[in-house]
């Protein structure tokens, strides 16, 4: 019986740990305190600022529900496969590429009429 729960640990602690890898190679930072709590029971949180979204938060959760909540803007987004938490991710860095694009063309119009030609 103890093999079983140590494997079932073993299983939990390697799914949190490609989550973990994941969100930092992504330019996501550990929330202070994640590494010094060891509890498996436990939620570590990573925080990731951008300028035009704001923050995006990722709790990996370590429970029977296995997987990472995104919150953007208020909203929360549950991912347990990678490749829809790498499209859904993308998407809001495209989201923010068409924004800055739209800024930009609004900001070079503007200067554009205060030209005389």
Do not use: C, P
């Amino acid at each position: 019986m103890l093999r079983k729960y140590i494997k079932k640990i073993g299983r939990v602690w390697k799914k949190m740990s490609m989550y973990r890898s994941y969100l930092l190679k992504n330019q996501f930072w550990a929330k202070k305190g994640n590494e010094k709590n060891e509890n498996l029971e436990g939620e570590k949180i990573f925080i990731k600022h951008d300028s035009e979204i704001g923050g995006i938060y990722a709790i990996i959760n370590n429970n029977d529900r296995k997987g990472v909540k995104i919150i953007v803007n208020g909203e929360e987004h549950w991912f347990n496969n990678f490749d829809k938490l790498d499209s859904f991710l993308g998407r809001l860095k495209q989201k923010e590429d068409d924004f800055m694009k739209i800024l930009r063309r609004k900001n070079m119009s503007a200067k554009l009429r205060t030209l005389e030609i």
